[in-house]
């Protein structure tokens, strides 16, 4: 069974950071390209960032320059390092397996002073 657990999420300042992760299983993680996608409050699904297995990355304009995506292979965990937080990158974040569009539970960023 293909499972992707997302975690990291929680309430911070605007200016600040955090680090999430996605624990995947069930499927050949270090082969597979995967992503970050998000959705806002009310709004609709939005790709974040993206790594292929051999670690190329891609991001949104609307997060480049503040955001890193990773993965550790060998413990078939993908990353996102958020920096410089703004308001408007409050969401649902979701790391998504790209073979097959299947997405986790989420885990939640809220910016907020």
């Known amino acids: 069974e293909v499972q992707l657990v997302e975690s990291g999420g929680d309430l911070v300042q605007p200016g600040g950071s955090l680090r999430l992760s996605c624990a995947a299983s069930?499927?050949?993680?270090?082969?597979?390209?995967m992503s970050w996608v998000r959705q806002a409050p009310g709004k609709g699904l939005e790709w974040v960032s993206s790594?292929?297995?051999?670690?190329?990355?891609n991001y949104a304009n609307s997060v480049k320059g503040r955001f890193t995506i990773s993965r550790d292979n060998a413990k078939n965990t993908l990353y996102l390092q958020l920096n410089s937080l703004k308001t408007e990158d409050t969401a649902m974040y979701y790391c998504?397996?790209?073979?097959?569009?299947?997405r986790g539970k989420g885990t939640e960023v809220t910016v907020s002073s």
């Open positions: 998504r397996w790209d073979g097959t569009n299947t």
């Open positions: 069930g499927f050949s993680f270090s082969t597979n390209t």
């Open positions: 790594i292929s297995r051999f670690g190329n990355t």
